[in-house]
């Protein structure tokens, strides 16, 4: 249902919370595009009106350096980088890449997922490597956080759900960016699930469609996404939810029932029209 079919009080202000909300966009969204136009890709996320993105893998071929510039280019900042953990070599990598495009909010990506999370014990050796990170992170001045998917959210140890182990085990000032989608996927409200994270949430990814779980997910082959307001998602709800110390609002569509820029253009004036920017 879009927005003008949501029945609401005269003048209802979704948000009402300061400060107000930021919005980017996974560039994982654009990523066939980017493969074939690098420069023309990002320059057409401008031509939308976005300021910020949230990036994650680059082509072989394209350095940080040679994508930090085609930002610039096309003055695009960085809100928060997906990246692998910062483990052995990839430390070098955590670290330039949070230098060259000047941000702290570092993220583990969390795909595909880890076996480790079937059963108490391997989820606390995840843990383990989790805070590590966030220790390794804190020592250089950079934020860690984690990024959902479904199956921290359907998997229980131990007679919880994975995710409620990860709050209860994890240092406190390791940061989550809810994935909205996944939640709902995994058979949660995201907004009751937001609630329980609390202040802990930092970003939130942003997305709508079915929503449902299926086996070709496993595969990492969803089911096409919709623009926000047209899916199965009560947007309204989430958006209440999301707490005052949650800074982005992160759009993202793993695949597309329609052109993808398309559906960008109508998701951020979805945004627009009931959020505040």
């Known amino acids: 249902m879009g ?27 654009i990523r066939d595009h980017i493969a074939k136009d690098f420069a023309g890709a990002i320059k057409k996320i401008s031509d939308l009106g976005f300021e910020y993105v949230e990036t994650a893998f680059w082509p072989k071929g394209i350095s940080l350096n040679q994508a930090a510039a085609i930002l610039n280019e096309n003055n695009l900042k ?23 495009f000047n941000c702290k909010n570092m993220i583990w990506h969390g ?45 229980k140890v131990d007679g919880k759900f994975v995710y409620e182990v990860l709050l209860e085990e994890l240092d406190k000032d390791i940061f989550f960016e809810i994935d909205i989608y996944w939640v709902k996927v995994a058979g949660h409200q995201p907004d009751k699930i937001i609630k329980i994270f609390g202040d802990r949430v930092n970003l939130m990814h942003i997305k709508d469609g079915p929503a449902e779980f299926n086996q070709n997910l496993i595969s990492d082959n969803p089911d096409p996404m919709t623009p926000l ?49």
Request: aromatic fraction near 12%.
């Open 3 to 29: 927005i003008m079919g949501t029945c609401l009080p005269e003048n209802f202000n979704f948000l009402g919370l300061s400060p107000k909300k930021k919005m980017s966009v996974q560039l994982y969204t």
């Open 78 to 100: 960085v809100s928060s980088c997906h990246i692998e953990l910062p483990v052995g070599e990839n430390q070098k990598i955590f670290l330039e890449t949070a230098k060259v």
């Open 111 to 155: 795909w595909p997922e880890d076996k480790r999370y079937s059963s108490i014990e391997g989820t606390r050796e995840l843990v383990k490597i989790y805070n590590n990170a966030n220790k390794f992170a804190k020592a250089n001045g950079l934020s860690f956080g984690l990024h959902n998917h479904w199956w921290e959210f359907r998997n």
């Open 229 to 277: 307001g047209k899916g199965t998602q009560n947007l309204p709800a989430i958006f209440e939810s999301a707490p005052a110390g949650c800074e982005w609002f992160v759009l993202e569509m793993d695949t597309s029932a329609i052109d993808v820029y398309d559906a960008l253009k109508q998701s951020m004036e979805y945004m627009k029209s009931v959020t505040s920017y």
